[in-house]
């Protein structure tokens, strides 16, 4: 018998017919003892359809106003999802994040959670009643309608498990749980059935989009094991949570990989204090977001430097940086826009040295061509060609023997 | 300069095309001096895909989740409404029923207005802001989200005037005004200028659908001037006020009339007490709704009794009377399903007998036979055959020469 807090997202809530498949496995989860709160997201692209609304009305929205708009979304369907229950005979009250109390600063479209009122939802889950609690919603000090964000209705289920000391908040998606890497992509790939938070967090900032980064660092910070499931399949899905991996666990758990990376290198800069600076302060007042740094040790007094941007940005940020490499004596800048980053990730690499070499021995073998190469705690990632990028998945799945169970690999 | 409380109902904003007119309508008034708040329904048929959206989820939706749901439809358009009107250079702020404090019993769908919190308007409006409030909506004590009943936005804005103590409460709709009767059944009807409370009252209740009733009467008791007149086409509609029909006020106002009525007779009742109980009694408990009813004096010992009921319910209604009556000696039942019923309404209807005469005198002209006739303190109505309707209503059109201005009459 525990808590939970189960959250289905925009396209498992799009008809009743989906709802009532929702509101069956919970009242499962109740009739099995549990108690159970449920948080949905807007039904099918009905946001999609008030963003629409709103820019009819205005290009650029009025912020307050347009996150009073999105609002009603989630407020639709946790309505229609408490008739379903209990049209099921199951009690049920659906309840707007201003009416449960979830709190958040007064920051239009992207508000943090600053504290959620536990009065409400205790008092309906002692009676056995089901909460449904609209997502990606709260309310301000002013009592003005607030948004945090889009997607963010995996935070309100975050919040709301921390607040209610939940045993697990279950997030159902349409994917069965995180792989060691894209199925589609690599057929071998397989379904991990634990991570660590800090590995959801590497994976998830690394392409995998299964689920809100923010969501999982904030399951992280309050301690909320989080599990992410098929909301139209059975299947237990993956348990992310604080256990660390254990002596048999592997030193790579996922591959995660981001197409649409370009990257700009610029050579021969005079090795002098601020130079760095110079190239990267116009990218960052223009807004553009860096991802991989890598600066190399001085030769002859010169340094290079290489960094990936969103391809989107790749014109901007090359023209950007050849006008702060202007007046830079002999540096050039050079820029590929179609490059790609792959990223091995596991809370067991302790040392990078072993990981490191598996890596470039794969990827070497395959003949494909490393442009950059940066580390963190406990992620590698190499910038290749876009075109080799499935080449490289596949043989670094291979390589990490991540097709198999833990305990079966070698090494 | 005063303060004008304007609202729109459904089809007069149903597009953003159409909001844009109405926001810079009340942006004309703020200009001229004016202080402005406004009160919107749901746009076009949302309020109907609501209601199939919640039947399809249960055939009875919870009532208490209906009204969440409902609720979201007049959201959408207070929030589409201000990001218009901002986008257009106007401050304004769009509010729930919850949000401005429109407090209510806790009667899911149709519960009533208990008070209106002034605060959060008011200080909007010293500021020079409009508030756009959600129609049709409010809070209960326990913070549940109601609605005051289908086409109930006329009441919410009669309630913010009197709250506000606005100088005129403005139902802008797809009519120009009240007219002397329907103008698709009489081309020579003509808009009226001014009406008194109770001369409205009795004919919206006749079959003028122009405004709520309720609305009528909450504009009555707190003495807040209504104005109804087109969103569409300019001109200054139909003031609905206090003040008494001055001294050259025709003795009638405007013809309504109401199709969809049948009538019951029952001949021969023993002039006993308690008859005209039973025969009704069944008629309440079965929740049929008796409009007109007329008893004459005894004769020989027996009363006859007629009344109507909603089309609709004639044939139900005529089998319980038929069984009520089966214990009565002598008593006849007579069922008429097309009948329709004329109504005459003028505040200025001191005493009825010369408007009763020349009532008479046009119906008998036409050859138009009456079947009931009964009277109110300013109205007289009477039913006929319902192939004679438009006939009736013209020739007392005619008869009290509505078609020309008040001093132009004559008597």
Redesign the interface.
């Known amino acids: 018998m525990g808590l939970i807090v189960q959250k289905y997202g925009g396209s498992s809530v799009a008809s ?1 017919a989906l ?1 009532e498949n929702h509101a069956r496995r919970a009242m499962e989860l109740r009739e099995q003892g549990h108690q159970v709160v449920l948080v949905l997201s807007a039904m099918g692209d009905s946001t999609d359809r ?1 963003n629409d ?2 820019n ?3 290009p650029d ?2 912020p ?3 996150d ?2 999105l ?2 979304g989630e ?2 369907a ?3 999802m ?3 229950l ?2 099921l005979g199951c009690p049920a ?2 309840y ?1 994040g ?2 449960i109390g979830i709190r958040t600063e007064s920051v239009p479209g992207k508000a943090c959670i600053t504290g959620v009122d536990t009065e409400v939802l205790s008092r309906d889950i002692d009676a056995g009643c089901i909460p449904v609690v609209a997502g990606f919603q709260g309310v301000d000090e002013q ?3 607030t948004t945090i964000g889009r997607g963010g209705s995996d935070t309100t289920a975050v919040a709301l498990a921390a607040s209610l000391g939940a045993d697990e908040c279950q997030i159902l998606t349409d994917v069965d749980g995180v792989y060691t890497t894209d199925p589609r992509m690599v057929p071998q790939a397989r379904l991990l059935k634990h991570l660590t938070f800090e590995e959801m967090i590497e994976l998830a900032g690394q392409g995998s989009r299964v689920l809100q980064n923010r969501a999982v660092e904030f399951a992280s910070k309050y301690k909320v094991p989080l599990r992410v499931m098929s909301s139209f399949r059975p299947g237990s899905g993956t348990l992310i949570s604080l256990q660390e991996a254990d002596v048999e666990a592997p030193v790579v758990s996922g591959i995660a990989f981001n197409r649409d990376e370009a990257e700009i290198t610029v050579t021969s800069i005079p090795d002098q204090p601020g130079m760095a600076l110079q190239l990267l302060k116009p990218l960052s007042d223009a807004r553009i977001d860096v991802d991989m740094i890598v600066l190399n040790a001085p030769r002859d007094g010169h340094v290079d430097i290489s960094f990936t941007v969103h391809r989107q940005d790749h014109e901007r940020a090359g023209e950007l940086v050849r006008a702060a490499a202007k007046g830079m004596d002999g540096a050039a800048v050079r820029t590929e826009e179609r490059v790609a980053k792959i990223s091995v990730v596991g809370a067991g690499m302790r040392s990078h040295a072993s990981v490191g070499a598996t890596l470039l021995e794969a990827l070497a073998e395959q003949g494909i061509n490393l442009r950059i190469l940066s580390t963190s705690e406990i992620r590698i990632s190499v910038l290749v060609d876009e075109v080799r990028l499935e080449d490289g998945v596949r043989c670094l799945h291979d390589a990490f023997g991540l097709d198999q169970e833990p305990a079966a690999r070698q090494g």
């Open positions: 009743v709802m008030l609304l709103a009819s009305a205005c929205p009025d307050r106003e347009l009073a708009l609002a009603t407020q639709v946790v309505s229609v408490a008739i379903v209990r049209r009250r659906s707007t201003a009416q009592g003005n309608t």
